[in-house]
């Protein structure tokens, strides 16, 4: 990957929306990645008819997918999956490397509606208890692998920094946010759209001594003994700097990534790489539909004919395919 080195000013052509920017504070020993949504989680969210609580917190998914999943290389899926007790029992987000996100969730729209009139719809309220896993699948040819992490009335944030430290054992913070802004487009309305932003940062030191391990469980140390590890300076002031980042600013179209970055670490110089664009876009087809139904029995395709038809919708893209049953009967004929 290449980079250009801003020390000193967020000089350059900013990156706009759509995209994750990759940046080191070497000084801190800190490198993480900043993500703008903008048409991409609008164009997403719009395919659906989600409530706009439940549009909040799959964008709040959609934005870590795309940080983490855009820091792995590899060719294959990363998948971000949340099962879970409460109103929004499950999100699915998708990333297909390099580029390609989609989203979907299920949950039970009386009881969303229920939490939001309670005042209860923060995302710890609407995902409740269950756990959220992390996969990587590069294939049917290499093996699968999957980190989970316990949902125990968490954030999405939260849980992010649970899942690093349990499986990784790496210091990481992240910052999501989302909101839906009134946009004015040139030679157009005003109309109401949907983006997303993300800051994801990690303590990567060369020296394993220096990780600080403040957030580690410290198992069942005898009582009154003193289990606190202090952690690195360097990581202390890199946390602080990043909760001074205010939501506002991470989905303001005005406020590109480099200047975001510039604002917050200036005074320890921070370099940016080439950015990595996204693009909403569903894996599914019309070919692979079919293929799919061909799988089922005769008879379970017979269960599936309404009103003379087989009718399928992606659960991802909303994207309705038909089908007359004669043609899988020729199939197999």
Not at 28 to 33: P, T, Y
Not at 73 to 98: C, H, N, W, Y
Not at 103 to 111: E, G, I
Not at 171 to 198: F, I, K, M, Q, S
Request: hydrophobic share 40%; with cysteine; aromatic share 6%.
């Amino acid at each position: 990957m290449s980079a250009v080195d801003r020390p000193s000013s967020p000089a350059g052509a900013p990156t706009g929306d759509d995209a994750v920017l990759p940046f080191a504070v070497e000084a801190l020993d800190v490198r993480g990645r900043v993500v703008r949504l903008g048409p991409a989680i609008d164009t997403l969210l719009g395919r659906h008819d989600y409530p706009p609580s439940v549009s909040r917190l799959l964008a709040e998914a959609v934005a870590l997918t795309a940080l983490i999943g855009t820091s792995m290389k590899f060719e294959g899926r990363f998948i971000v999956q949340t099962q879970s007790d409460g109103p929004v029992s499950m999100l699915v987000v998708d990333f297909d490397a390099p580029d390609a996100l989609r989203a979907c969730a299920r949950f039970d729209a009386d009881a969303v509606a229920a939490a939001v009139a309670a005042g209860h719809d923060r995302p710890e309220d609407l995902l409740g208890r269950g756990h959220l896993a992390m996969t990587v699948d590069q294939g049917a040819h290499m093996s699968r692998y999957q980190g989970i992490v316990e949902l125990d009335g968490r954030s999405l944030e939260e849980a992010a920094h649970g899942y690093f430290l349990q499986s990784e054992q790496i210091p990481t913070r992240v910052r999501l946010a989302v909101a839906e802004v009134l946009t004015r487009d040139p030679g157009h309305e005003p109309h109401r759209a949907w983006r997303a932003g993300g800051l994801f940062l990690q303590f990567l030191p060369e020296s394993s001594e220096r990780v600080g391990q403040r957030d580690l469980h410290p198992g069942d140390a005898p009582e009154g003994a003193s289990a606190t590890v202090e952690e690195d300076d360097a990581w202390v002031e890199a946390q602080s700097l990043a909760s001074t980042v205010e939501d506002a600013e991470l989905i303001d179209p005005a406020v590109s990534a480099e200047t975001l970055l510039y604002r917050l670490f200036h005074e320890r110089g921070v370099r940016v790489f080439e950015p990595r664009a996204l693009v909403e876009r569903c894996r599914c087809s019309r070919d692979s539909v079919r293929a799919m139904i061909t799988s089922f029995s005769p008879a379970e395709r017979i269960d599936m004919v309404e009103n003379g038809r087989i009718g399928v919708t992606c659960e991802f893209c909303s994207t309705h395919y038909d089908f007359d049953p004669q043609e899988f009967d020729t199939n197999e004929a």
